[in-house]
């Protein structure tokens, strides 16, 4: 702690000082003019140190922030903290000693972190810490693009959870009351919510829906048709789900690709392929909604097929499709 404290530059200041008691910087002249002698009070000016405004006030914010998220992650994982625990157990307790007690924190400035950058050390390892945080602060979406963009292994399965935030955020403006049954799998044997429709009907929403066909009891066309073929996987399933056993179901397939043949052709074959299979013993009627990246698909395209209609859309198109396959429209 003595070493941050240190740590701290500061700007020094000479100011006219009245005190009972001798200090160093006293003008014995001016004290034995302004009341004889022996003096009563003394005169003269003191040297004050006062710590670096942006310093002490990045410090502090800085601070304040990692013991939140360090409250936050070992919440989550008791030894989140393992490597740095030490340190942030003296950058806590550094919070109530002077100058950080007194100062207030604030959220540094890009110019800020450079600044930082070039006081020295330990300023220069300060600075990529607060410039995280500021990141985090500003713009939460900008810094998980950051993190997670780069993995192509979560790329497309955060898309598949984006397109079912999508599905549950339009079900709740059609004026359905949605109720969560059970956690997000992908092998899951039951719907994840059920809904409950404004005219009063319920449907099962599931989250990669190849569980379906052994939870309502119906034969999978698919795992019937590859029974020969030892390894070729189980029931298909469309990514996401709406299902009212033995009469509607409403079929999302999430394309997350650059590659508009991947997102169109791709997309459209296996949303023909669900269909077909729905309407094979499982529900009377079916609809089939291919769901790509905006800058992908430039508006939502419909068609229909003897099996049902096939959409191509966007994320942000669901609002209308979802009502409408509610039949609430």
Known sequence: MAAW????????RRERREDLAPFSGVSWSETRKAGGWPPTRFIGRARERLADTL????????????????RDAVSAWP?????????LEIAEVLLEQDPLRSASPIRPR????????????????????????RAVEESPVEFATRLIAPDEELRWRLFHLAVLGSVLVSLKACGSEVTWL????????GPAYSVLAKDGRVWDLWF???????????????????????????????D???????????????????????????GYEQALAYLAEAKTGLVKRARAVVVGPEGVVEHPSTTNTFAGTITIARPNDLLDIVCEGLGVA
């Open 208 to 238: 990669e829906a190849g569980g379906m066909w052994s939870s309502y009891g119906a034969p999978s066309p698919y795992a019937a048709a590859a029974a020969g073929v030892p390894g070729a996987g189980g029931p298909l399933g469309a």
């Open 55 to 70: 310093l002490v006030t990045t410090l502090r914010w800085t601070i304040e922030k990692l013991v939140e998220a360090r």
């Open 110 to 133: 890009r110019p800020d972190i450079v600044a930082l950058r070039h006081e020295g050390r330990p300023w220069h390892l300060v600075a990529p810490v607060a410039d995280e945080l």
């Open 5 to 12: 404290i240190d740590a701290l530059p500061a700007e020094s």
């Open 240 to 266: 996401v789900a709406l299902v009212r056993p033995g009469e509607d179901a409403v079929l999302f397939e999430c394309k997350y690709s650059w590659s508009p043949q991947v997102v169109a052709r791709a």
């Open 79 to 87: 030894d989140a903290d393992g490597r740095v625990r030490k340190q």
């Open 182 to 189: 059970r956690p997000l799998s992908g092998g899951s044997s």
